[in-house]
């Protein structure tokens, strides 16, 4: 008999950079210990865990307010390419690097759905 | 009609103190 716990519809992964091959499977949400508010269109961010801070401009607030757990990577590009004046690989390049750093300093977590 | 698209600057993030 095995000891397994049962299977779950979703899977968090730990800090590993995103997957690009999986972008449309793969939602973003804030690690529980991030409180985040956006003012004038910036968007602070504290970490309680490590007592550090951050500061997001107006493109990685707007990033940040997808990332709800709800919105797969390549919904929030979708997002980008609708609303911004931009190439979308160099909008999809900009927005791995972002949530890879996100996921690095612990202020993001992945959920493979 | 055209829609008119923001601009686009690279997203930042910033760690602080």
Known sequence: MSD???ATPHSIISDHPVDRTMLDR??????LDV?????????????????RY?????LG?????HCTGHSTISDIHAV???RFDVAPERALDDLVALVNHLIQEGLLQQERR | MEQ???QYVQPVVVKHE
Request: one cysteine or more; aromatic letters at 4%; a negative charge.
């Open chain 1, 80 to 82: 980008l390419c609708d």
């Open chain 1, 4 to 6: 397994s716990l049962p």
């Open chain 1, 26 to 31: 793969t939602v973003l949400q804030p690690s």
């Open chain 1, 54 to 58: 951050y500061t997001l401009n107006q």
């Open chain 1, 35 to 51: 409180q985040g508010t956006t003012m004038g269109g910036e968007t602070v961010l504290l970490d309680l865990s490590t007592g």
């Open chain 2, 4 to 6: 008119k698209k923001e």
């Open chain 1, 61 to 65: 607030s707007v990033i940040w307010e």
